[in-house]
């Protein structure tokens, strides 16, 4: 009934930079790369006319980049770990995949701290780490704006701070921020629904959100919104805002199908609310409908293999997002470069793609799934 | 119930001078309709408003049916907790308890017991809570509010200890049967009976039993109630235990309804119950209160969230109207009173 921030249930997909400036980053670092290879096209070309024929020399400055981090062992790092308490199917697949990533490379070791969802604690956490004098630090703050002086100690401290999904502040804070697109997410859900619908007349579609109070909740509603607008037949005709709890999910669906006697498709914001919700649509006895979710968990993965209820598809927000940051920090830590990119350092931000899952590409992603 | 040398089971202690004369109680059947007046008011134009704005979607029995399943968790909930205000306490722990409860009749080995040993290890943890937030405000040195505080702290902890974070989902058939409308007796869902059992059982306790006269005479004033012969400490102890109990339903309940456990469930019952019994007119210094205004309480607040949903209001606009009807239940209360 009474509706309060909870940090705790804050599963966390705290945002990121406005999708507007991280598109922008993208084209930005495009154009850079066409430039570097431009700048050694013609360089190889002014080469070749002045018939010095030494091709190596050639082939290292097309190439243009600097030691890439593989998996053979280099140079040994010791990453520190911070993230919010494990308390949601989500935050715990981060923890997960960031351990499982760092025991994959014999050169690191991780220092994982004790996950706290309280700003002054995961401070302590993080000086503490700060004070061991760890080679890297991947933090996911409990809260970005709250944990940015931190970020800005370790980095004065010459500590490299890559910044896992909730954003800091500023961007001194930081050295690599690597993260979700709520936005993203929106937008892909929305496309999704639209496309199934587009010859539909007068498609109803209802939205059942996360905690209202987050920003990255709004960030998603507003990309569904805008990818909505593309369709003309498509009406959105309720939304309500659960908790990210199982609980809160069951609720608000139960409102949500009796105000809405019949609609054609359901975005659920998060997978794990959606075991609540999934629960209200079987307790109603509704099958109308088509309904897409969040996040990507491995239950809802398995109902989208299985294909035998309303479950049809989900937007991830990948956890594995963790593993890539310690991937990284240790090619921050052994100063190389990242496979794939031009660039001798690793890229500034880094914003992960919010790919849907649907029956045809369900067997891709069923290991990234989370429980 | 209890026997307290020298007093006959079904009379009241003789009164000590301090307390409040029984009229004042409002234990007794005739006064509720009088006592609950305005807040039967606002439900009915809560109804009013809600047969205005959706016509066809409010005024139905599927949406009776449905405010009742939402108000049958909370509503169980704030039984417990009514008494433990009644009798001079606060109870903080309760929504930490059904998190707890619920997470651990749904642990893979407890699912193995089937409905039976889940529904006995709910009551179970939600006893134990309650026995130890009583032993510690009665025999021990804390005060209620600490106490229980303690106990939502690490109630909640153990909670996620045990879950790991995850959300267990329930694979039992006969418990998940029971919140599907298979189940139902003649259109009601057995959390609706469930909680009718509860608020009809929790009325009589209340307002007819030595127990409940002792509830109100401690909460009302403790010291003249030891003197006039009430066991003052054992009484504290079974309210804890009564809401402690009232969790673990509730929490069997809340595993019926979604089909899992959560750590994170019961969030903020706490204060959902207490807002219930207050604005039910139960005062929260002790003394005083119904079984009744808190069920309508319960309902009041359910309503509201029925009315805004249908009508698609968000959050902010429904936290909003909740705290202002809180505030204007209390001061139409203080308001008549004083008159």
């Known amino acids: 009934m009474t509706e309060m921030p909870d940090s705790r249930n804050a599963p966390s997909h705290d945002t990121a930079a406005p999708s507007g400036s991280a598109a922008d980053a993208r084209t ?27 091709k190596s020399n050639d082939a290292a400055e097309a190439q243009g980049q600097a030691d890439i981090a593989d998996d053979k062992p280099g ?44 700003n002054a604690q995961q401070i302590g956490q993080i000086e503490t780490l700060i004070n061991k004098k760890v080679d890297v630090l991947v933090v996911l703050p409990s809260d970005g704006k709250a944990l940015t002086q931190v970020g800005l100690k370790a980095m004065r401290a010459g500590i490299p701070v890559v910044n896992l999904d909730r954003v800091f502040d500023s961007q001194q804070a930081y ?13 892909n859900a929305g496309r999704y629904i639209g496309e199934q619908l587009k010859d539909k007349k007068n498609a ?52 949500l199908l009796r105000a809405e006697p ?52 989900t937007v991830l927000y990948p956890p594995t997002m963790a593993a890539s940051a310690i991937d990284l920090a240790r090619a921050l830590g052994q100063g190389k470069g990242i496979g794939g990119l031009s660039e001798f350092e690793i890229p500034a931000s880094l914003t992960l793609y919010s790919a849907v899952v649907t029956k045809e590409n369900v067997d891709e992603y069923l290991p990234t799934g989370f429980k | 119930m209890l026997s307290s040398p020298g007093s006959d089971a079904v009379k009241e202690p003789a009164p000590p001078p301090t307390q409040r004369s029984p009229a004042r109680r409002g234990i007794s059947a005739p006064r509720i309709g009088v006592r609950h007046l305005s807040l039967l008011g606002v ?67 407890t699912q193995e017991y089937g409905l039976g040993g889940m529904l006995l290890c709910a009551l179970c943890v939600g006893l134990g809570c309650g026995l130890v937030n009583g032993v510690l405000i009665a025999y021990g040195p804390m005060v209620p509010f600490i106490a229980t505080l303690a106990m939502l702290a690490s109630a909640r902890g153990l909670a996620l200890l045990i879950s790991d974070g995850k959300t267990q989902v329930v694979t039992v058939d006969s418990v998940l049967g029971l919140g599907v409308s298979d189940s139902y007796v003649l259109g009601v869902p057995p959390l609706v009976l469930v909680f009718a059992t509860v608020a009809v059982l929790g009325w009589l306790v209340l307002g007819r039993t030595t127990f409940g006269r002792r ?30 109990l009232c969790c673990g339903i509730a929490a069997f309940m809340l595993i019926v309804l979604t089909g899992s456990g959560q750590n994170t469930n019961g969030n903020l019952y706490e204060l959902d119950a207490i807002a219930a019994a207050i604005i039910g007119g139960t005062l929260l210094s002790g003394g005083r209160g119904t079984i009744t205004g808190s069920v309508l309480g319960v309902l009041v607040f359910t309503t509201i969230t029925n009315l805004f949903a249908l009508n698609n209001l968000q959050s902010d606009v429904q936290q909003i109207a909740k705290g202002a009807i809180i505030v204007a239940a209390v001061l139409v209360q203080k308001g008549r009173k004083t008159q």
């Open chain 1, 28 to 54: 930005s670092r495009t154009s850079r790369r066409r430039m570097l290879f431009g700048t050694a096209a013609a360089g190889a070309a002014l080469l070749g006319a002045g018939c010095t024929s030494n």
């Open chain 1, 75 to 118: 140079k040994k790092v010791t990453i520190g770990f911070a993230g919010p308490q494990a308390d949601h199917g989500w935050l715990n697949a981060i923890n997960e995949q960031a351990k499982a990533r760092a025991k994959k490379y014999e050169d690191v070791t991780l220092e994982a701290t004790e996950g706290s969802n309280d």
């Open chain 1, 175 to 187: 050295r690599c921020w690597i993260g979700g697109d709520n936005y993203g997410m929106g937008l």
């Open chain 1, 204 to 255: 109803k579609v209802v939205e059942l959100a996360g905690i209202d109070n987050l920003e990255l909740t709004r960030e998603r509603t507003k990309g569904f919104d805008d990818a909505l607008k593309n369709y003309p037949n498509i009406k959105k005709v309720a939304r309500q805002a659960a908790e990210f709890t199982v609980e809160s999910g069951q609720s608000k669906m139960a409102q």
């Open chain 1, 262 to 313: 019949k609609f054609d498709a359901l975005w659920n914001h998060d997978d794990d609310q959606g075991v609540g919700a999934e629960r209200a649509i079987e307790q109603a006895g509704r099958d109308e409908f088509l309904m897409v979710g969040g996040a990507g968990s491995r239950r809802v993965m398995d109902a989208i293999k299985r294909d035998d209820g309303v479950i049809k598809a």
């Open chain 2, 43 to 109: 439900l009915v134009a809560l109804v009013a408003v809600g047969a205005i704005t959706r016509p066809e979607q409010f005024l139905t029995g599927d949406n009776l049916q449905l405010i009742l399943t939402q108000s049958s968790v909370i509503g169980v909930v704030t039984v417990g907790v009514t008494f433990v205000i009644i009798g001079g306490g606060i109870d903080l722990s309760v929504g930490a308890i059904v998190a707890l409860a619920s997470v651990w009749a749904t642990t893979v080995a």
């Open chain 2, 215 to 244: 509830t109100v005479a401690v909460g009302g004033n403790a010291e003249a109630s030891r003197l006039a012969g009430i066991a003052v400490r054992r009484q504290r102890l079974l309210l804890y235990l009564l809401s402690g």
